[in-house]
């Protein structure tokens, strides 16, 4: 079965870039959506994007053109980068796949891996 | 955007008793073009992250029990627990994906009485 698992620091300052990694395991990042979706604590869950294993990509506006999602098949990863962060983007940060062909639900997850904005 | 709003923000059910929640979407999920609803549901219990329990709006997904189910259509949808047991206690959440950006409710905190 497909395992997601996210990586990268836990701690970024202000007006920084926050970049995060999800490795793939168990199968192949080819035919599938892949997502990121974060939670600041004790809230709600926002959708940040997708990229599909074509490259191509799509991002929640409400990040204002802040967010960029990548893809390394040779890896099966795929990244997360955000840029000029403050304290409301502190959260746990989630990847998760979606069915193949498809963006529909979200299944699998990640854990999770939470990020601190602070200096 | 699809905005999606659940009530309510929290139940306490005694164990062995129903949950009902409620998820509305601002504009229709369901297409017209196979007469599906583009709607999940999550169930998210602390420290973890959220675990797909139905899609398509009633569509269990495999390993879920079956005192779990979804209803509704169009803009209108409910998650029933028809005999609430301990390990349930979660908060639960919908989810479109009839359009991006996706969206999610605010989540329903269910606890036991």
């Known amino acids: 079965q497909v395992e997601l698992q996210e990586s990268g620091p836990g701690l970024v300052k202000p007006s920084e870039t926050l970049s995060l990694t999800c490795t793939v395991s168990g199968g192949s990042v080819s035919g599938n959506y892949w997502n990121w979706i974060r939670q600041p604590p004790g809230k709600g869950l926002e959708w940040i994007g997708y990229i599909y294993y074509t490259g191509s990509a799509n991002y929640n506006p409400s990040l204002k053109s802040r967010a960029t999602i990548s893809l390394d098949t040779s890896k099966n990863q795929f990244s997360l980068n955000l840029r000029s962060v403050t304290a409301a983007d502190t959260a746990v940060y989630f990847c998760a796949g979606s069915s193949p062909g498809s963006l529909n639900w979200f299944d699998p997850w990640g854990q999770g891996t939470l990020v601190t904005v602070s200096s | 955007d699809i905005v999606m709003t659940q009530s309510p923000d929290s139940l306490a059910v005694s164990l062995g008793e129903r949950a009902t929640i409620n998820c509305k979407s601002s504009q229709s999920v369901l297409s017209s073009s196979n007469n599906k609803n583009y709607l999940a549901w999550y169930q998210q219990k602390p420290g973890q992250p959220p675990k797909l329990l139905i899609y398509?709006?009633?569509t269990r997904e495999s390993g879920i029990p079956d005192r779990f189910s979804g209803s509704g259509s169009g803009t209108d949808f409910t998650l029933t627990i028809s005999s609430l047991q301990a390990e349930d206690v979660a908060v639960y959440y919908c989810q479109q994906y009839f359009s991006t950006p996706l969206t999610f409710g605010g989540g329903t905190k269910v606890e036991s009485k």
């Open positions: 398509w709006a009633s």
